[in-house]
């Protein structure tokens, strides 16, 4: 399984972004997929995750302004992130688990200045 993540920026306080995450090599239709994120000296914390039934889980620094959906056509999973703050700064990692095993995409940084 390999997870191709893209997007992200820079942005001013309030603005918006989205990050995409690209998913091959399972059966994407299965497969929950979440969004990660790191700041320096931060561990990686969960930011939200979608299920292949479509449910939806945030972290609760995230409800309201983010919204994770998928796309089992394209096989893809996208994170739009609105009203921003700098405290959302930080590296976003597409994961998922398939048949037990865990697989992260490269990181793409998302920077917001206040």
């Known amino acids: 399984v390999q997870l191709q993540a893209s997007g992200g920026g820079l942005v001013q306080f309030g603005g918006s972004l989205s990050v995409s995450c690209a998913v091959s090599?399972?059966?994407?239709?299965?497969?929950?997929v979440g969004w990660y994120r790191q700041s320096p000296g931060e561990q990686r914390e969960l930011v939200a995750t979608?299920?292949?039934?479509?449910?939806?889980n945030y972290v609760d620094s995230v409800k309201g302004r983010f919204t994770i959906s998928r796309d089992n056509a394209e096989n893809t999973v996208t994170l739009q992130m609105n009203s921003l703050k700098p405290e959302d700064t930080g590296v976003y990692y597409c994961?998922?688990?398939?048949?037990?095993?865990?697989?992260w995409g490269k990181g793409t940084q998302v920077t917001v200045s206040s």
């Open positions: 090599g399972g059966t994407f239709s299965i497969q929950t």
């Open positions: 979608i299920s292949s039934g479509n449910r939806k």
């Open positions: 994961h998922t688990r398939y048949y037990g095993m865990e697989f």
